[in-house]
């Protein structure tokens, strides 16, 4: 063996390391994240609970203004309030996994701490594993997975830094990682080698970076829209008059309240689309290249476009009064669905050009 195999193949078993020590640290941000919502203390979530159950009237106040010595004017902190589509409710958000509690919020740094060191190592065994065969780390089915889990965590990450209020994401974040990477290193790891030819262009640094950063952004889009569902349900049924049973009070009552939820989604899944459209494109101009024709309806490709078919008739659901709500929130579960049998499903079960990606 020559001291450069060797070397590639050190580089190989050392991402491997890394994507095993990834999960170990993903897994104590999982414990971090339980503890947040279970330590918080329920005091002011109570407090949330009752600010839904009364007239939202209140909360259009304008906030007093109090003269103190001296001529400061001090005015109140506002209430937080979302505003919904005309003829819904308009309620405020919950306070946080954290139940708006110092100890609970404590266990909530912690948790995105260690998410931190978690997406640092876990970054590292993808450059690991580029570096072990010089090429894009994301050739196959394993090699996407990993670098798709990067992706998400780091696009949460970056919300984070943005101070957006997206703290709760990371519950449901945190373990899809740890069932995506515990998939990829059981089931679809695939050593190191190099790229057949179609794939030897720049092409594959603009089209499938492209598609994995829609995958992972479409993906928080796909979180807030469930949670959306569920806590559109909670609210409906407070206003109804009816009393949730104790353990979804506990988790609704923190969340965003739905208006805000369904805006989140929204916005995520209208930002990202253009760019799945440049993705469409992109690899539409990389099969001329390699197949001599730009569309050949093979089954990735039609499925991408089922995709962007479902994602734009959730955005003009979202611009048609009929469709909002609801029924816009079902069609973007349906479009990420697609998205995701456009991976999984299309890469294992059905043959076609791209079959070489593999597992």
């Known amino acids: 063996m ?80 979302t505003r919904s589509a005309a003829g819904t409710r308009d309620v405020p958000d919950g306070p946080g996994a954290a139940g708006g509690t110092f100890k609970g919020d404590l266990y909530g740094r912690i948790a995105v701490s260690l998410t931190v060191v978690a997406f640092l190592v876990e970054a590292g065994g993808v450059i690991t594993r580029a570096l072990s065969v010089q090429r894009a780390p994301w050739a196959n089915m394993y090699e996407f997975s990993i670098t798709f889990s990067t992706v998400a965590v780091g696009s949460y990450l970056v919300l984070l830094a943005l101070k957006k209020n997206v703290r709760w994401i990371g519950l449901p974040l945190v373990t899809t990682v740890l069932l995506d990477l515990g998939i990829a290193v059981t089931t679809l790891y695939t050593d190191s080698d190099q790229l057949v030819p179609a794939l030897h262009s720049y092409w594959l640094w603009i089209h499938v970076s492209t598609a994995i950063l829609c995958g992972a952004v479409f993906y928080l889009g796909a979180v807030g829209t469930i949670l959306y569902l569920f806590r559109d349900s909670y609210e409906n049924k407070l206003a109804s008059g009816g009393t949730p049973g104790k353990f979804a009070s506990s988790v609704m009552e923190r969340l965003p309240s739905a208006a805000s939820l369904d805006k989140f989604a929204y916005r995520i899944n209208a930002a990202v689309f253009p760019l799945w459209t440049f993705t469409i494109i992109a690899g539409a101009i990389w099969a001329g290249d390699a197949w001599g024709r730009y569309w050949g309806w093979d089954p990735k490709e039609v499925w991408s476009f089922i995709t962007w078919v479902a994602y734009a008739a959730y955005l003009h659901a979202r611009a048609t009064a009929g469709w909002k709500g609801r029924k816009a929130a079902y069609l973007a579960l349906l479009a990420f669905a697609c998205w995701l049998f456009n991976y999984y499903g299309v890469n294992i079960f059905v043959s076609g050009l791209h079959s070489y990606a593999g597992v």
């Open 2 to 81: 020559n001291l450069a195999a060797a070397t590639n193949e050190s580089l190989a078993e050392a991402s491997n390391v890394l994507i095993y020590s990834s999960m170990a640290v993903y897994t104590l941000a999982f414990f971090a994240h339980i503890a947040e919502w279970v330590f918080g203390s329920r005091s002011k979530v109570g407090r949330t609970a009752a600010a839904l159950s009364t007239s939202p009237a209140k909360a259009s106040v304008a906030p007093a203004v109090k003269a103190q010595a001296g001529g400061t004017a001090v005015l109140e902190r506002p209430e937080v309030i």
